[in-house]
């Protein structure tokens, strides 16, 4: 089992950056998979983007070349560097590690931008 805590929410201007933070208590070494979905109101959870152990990256077509995702195994932390945000990037980000027992989940975060 991991917990996941997630933190670097918060209000921006649209245009504006954030970063977000993702702390296991699993060692990464240990996980596979880790990702970044996010859920807006009145919408399904969808997948922002994942980055596996070897590196390889997976992004949803509306952030790529805005969004980049990065882990830090030796942090066992994750990131989820967000620039030239949007509007319709509001959500609640949640973290994510996928491990041979089950997908694990963070409390989520929230993303707010305003325009």
């Known amino acids: 089992q991991v917990r996941l805590v997630e933190s670097g929410g918060g209000l921006v201007q649209a245009g504006g950056s954030l970063r977000l933070s993702c702390a296991a208590s699993?060692?990464?070494?240990?996980?596979?998979?880790v990702g970044w979905y996010r859920q807006a109101p009145g919408k399904q959870r969808e997948l922002v983007a994942t980055v596996t152990r070897r590196g390889t990256t997976n992004y949803v077509d509306s952030v790529k070349g805005r969004f980049t995702i990065s882990r830090d195994n030796a942090k066992n932390t994750l990131y989820l560097q967000m620039n030239s945000l949007k509007p319709e990037d509001t959500a609640v980000y949640y973290c994510l590690a996928r491990l041979s027992s089950g997908d694990y989940w963070g409390q989520g975060t929230q993303v707010t931008v305003s325009s």
């Open positions: 699993l060692t990464f070494f240990a996980i596979d998979t």
